[in-house]
């Protein structure tokens, strides 16, 4: 059974910092491309960042570039996004997305932006 379970979300105020994790299980972790994805209320879910499975190769969202890092720790299945500079704008529910033979998603942790 394949199980993404995302944690380390939280309110911050505007300029702080945050890291996410992503734990995974019930699939081959090291071969997947993992990625982070927000939906902010009334908006479309968007990606974020993305890490390949192979050379840990990385690409982000415009809007995130400078300021967030996405990251991987085979050995322990869990995909990491490091959050600084936050902005309100970053206000959303966080989403873990695992693709592999399939497409997976964690159930979400809400970032909240705000002073």
């Known amino acids: 059974q394949v199980q993404l379970v995302e944690s380390g979300g939280g309110l911050v105020q505007p300029g702080g910092s945050l890291r996410l994790s992503c734990r995974a299980s019930?699939?081959?972790?090291?071969?997947?491309?993992m990625s982070w994805y927000r939906q902010a209320p009334g908006k479309e879910r968007e990606l974020v960042a993305i890490?390949?499975?192979?050379?840990?190769?990385?690409n982000y969202a415009d809007s995130v570039k400078g300021r967030f890092t996405i990251s991987r720790d085979n050995a322990k299945n869990t995909v990491y996004l490091q959050m600084n500079t936050l902005k309100p704008e970053d206000t959303a529910v966080y989403y873990c997305?695992?693709?592999?033979?399939?497409?997976?998603w964690g159930q979400g942790t809400q970032v909240t932006v705000s002073s």
């Open positions: 997305n695992a693709r592999d033979y399939g497409t997976y």
């Open positions: 019930g699939f081959t972790f090291s071969s997947a491309i």
């Open positions: 890490i390949t499975s192979v050379a840990d190769i990385t």
